[in-house]
């Protein structure tokens, strides 16, 4: 009879432990799917140097841009400084429907016309152009997708994604007809 009663008492208490064993791993793994959940990017961001024709950065030394623009199309002069990329640029040149601040040694891409520039433009492993869609756009930054896309008419959509998380600079894609189309940096007064 003790026999009987120790192992009823050792069955009731084994079965406990694996309840408690099987219960622990369960919310174990619930609490590792809901941090990595949590951990996920709520916003993307393009704080990558980005490439021109996978040669030229967006922003660089001025000899560069002369070696690569021979010949503005327009040279204006910068206005004011509010919004400026570059703190003393004085010029604005216009090079294939695209906009470049200048300084004396600085030069920094504001707006880049994708479609008649026939630029490229690299960040990472992802190549903009002309021929880069919205749809390639939703599977290489998801979240900026879904968070950041404002659809005006005409068939235009634009998203928005910061260039780092400590600054409220941000780069804006024009999509037309669910084509890349635009290109602009913005970066506020």
């Not at 799917?33 to 949590?38: H, I, P």
């Not at 503005?72 to 919004?83: L, N, W």
């Not at 090079?95 to 479609?115: G, H, M, P, Q, W």
């Not at 520039?117 to 152009?129: A, E, G, Q, R």
């Amino acid at each position: 009879m003790k026999k009987k009663y120790l192992f009823l008492l050792l069955s009731v208490l084994f079965s406990s432990i694996y309840n408690i064993t099987v219960n622990a791993q369960e919310i174990n793994t619930d609490i590792k799917k809901s941090t990595s959940v949590n951990e996920q990017s709520e916003v993307e961001y393009l704080s990558e140097i980005m490439f021109i024709n996978n040669d030229y950065l967006l922003e660089g030394d001025i000899k560069t841009l002369k070696s690569f623009v021979k010949k503005p199309d327009a040279i204006k002069k910068q206005k004011d400084d509010c919004g400026a990329i570059i703190e003393d640029s004085n010029e604005i040149w216009y090079y294939l429907n695209c906009k470049i601040e200048v300084s004396k040694t600085r030069y920094a891409f504001r707006e880049i016309d994708l479609k008649s520039s026939n630029f490229t433009i690299k960040h990472k492993n992802v190549i903009f152009s002309k021929n880069y869609t919205l749809l390639n756009f939703k599977e290489d930054f998801p979240v900026s997708f879904i968070k950041n896309k404002s659809e005006e008419k005409n068939g235009i959509i634009t998203i928005n994604m910061f260039s780092h998380p400590l600054s409220d600079d941000l780069y804006i894609f024009t999509f037309r007809n669910e084509k890349l189309v635009e290109l602009r940096y913005f970066f506020p007064c």
